[in-house]
């Protein structure tokens, strides 16, 4: 099974800043199978990024995501108040059938 | 616009079946699409469990295969979890989702989730 690691655990900015979120995979991953969700309390998770730098519908330009085989990377350009969550990021592997999610990094205001 | 409802109990007993079902608007669960369960613990996170398609066929999580069973009811558009002999740890906030089948894979329509406790 291929584990998702995401770094840091926490991290500390202020709005207008520049946040950069990493996920690395156990082992070489598709990147079109790579997802991003934000998840504020008391949601459910909200697709950002799928194909590992395709927005979702309705994502502002501020999002964007990068990487291929084991390193990937979900930047934020100039914070807005409401991008303060935790963030997840998703892999999708063939054998057996099997969505798993890294731990999450928690973005919070600083 | 496409809706994802779970409904079910709150409360179930160790040793129990835990049986949730989702509820879905605004698009066909006969569409092209396959259908999820997620459960979110403080402990583990976010844990994929399982998915069906329409056709029947279902895909499981291997940690959890020998307990979970997903159905569907296509004439009510809704989708169904059954996980058997239930302990504390699968105390749980349990969420439906749909799945994007096709060149990409990811869940981009959720429930709001719904949680399910195991205590006697």
């Known amino acids: 099974e291929i584990v998702l690691t995401q770094s840091p655990g926490t991290l500390s900015l202020s709005p207008g800043e520049r946040a950069t979120l990493s996920c690395r995979a156990s082992?070489?991953?598709?990147?079109?199978?790579l997802a991003w969700y934000q998840q504020k309390p008391g949601q459910a998770p909200r697709l950002l990024i799928y194909g590992a730098s395709n927005r979702a519908t309705g994502i502002p330009d501020r999002f964007s995501g990068s990487g291929s085989g084991t390193d990937f990377t979900l930047t934020i350009t100039r914070l807005e108040p409401e991008d303060f969550a935790v963030y997840y990021c998703?892999?999708?592997?063939?054998?057996?059938?099997?969505?798993?999610f890294g731990q999450g990094t928690m973005l919070a205001i600083k | 616009q496409v809706q994802l409802q779970e409904s079910g109990p709150g409360l179930v007993k160790p040793s129990g079946t835990l049986s949730l079902s989702c509820a879905v608007s605004g698009v066909s669960i006969s569409s092209d699409y396959y259908w999820s369960w997620v459960r979110q613990t403080p402990g583990k996170g976010l844990e994929w469990i399982g998915e069906i398609y329409h056709g029947g066929k279902t895909h499981y999580n291997p940690s959890l295969k020998s307990r979970v069973t997903i159905s569907m009811d296509k004439s009510k558009d809704q989708f169904s979890l059954d996980l058997s002999s239930v302990s504390a740890a699968d105390t749980a906030v349990y969420y439906c989702?749909?799945?994007?089948?096709?060149?990409?894979?990811?869940?981009?329509?959720w429930g709001q989730g719904t949680l399910a406790a195991v205590s006697s």
């Open positions: 989702a749909r799945n994007f089948w096709g060149d990409f894979r990811y869940l981009d329509y």
């Open positions: 082992q070489s991953i598709n990147s079109d199978y």
């Open positions: 998703q892999q999708y592997g063939y054998s057996p059938p099997l969505y798993t």
